[in-house]
């Protein structure tokens, strides 16, 4: 069901944002698909460039992969 909600919630952007003959400049008729775009790509840039590495890991699995690189060593001289 969500994947179906998804798609809907897609065709309805798609529907709501696509430009109709209204007689008005470019710029207005195209308004909504230029601010999608705008905003899409600001926020795609925003998180390749600052926050995916701000993001702090799930509940628990820096403990996960501490216990996986313990249990790793334990059989190495040094460990």
């Not at 809907?8 to 470019?26: K, S």
């Not at 999608?36 to 701000?54: D, E, N």
């Amino acid at each position: 069901m969500t994947y179906v909600a998804a798609l809907w919630l897609a065709v309805q952007t798609i529907n709501i944002c696509w430009p109709r003959e209204t007689g008005d400049a470019w710029y207005i008729e195209w308004s909504m698909v230029l601010t999608l775009t705008v905003v899409g790509l600001a926020g795609t840039a925003l998180y390749l460039g600052w926050a995916r590495h701000r993001i702090a890991p799930a509940y628990g699995e820096s403990e996960r992969a501490e216990q996986a690189g313990q249990a790793g060593r334990a059989g190495h001289p040094g460990a």
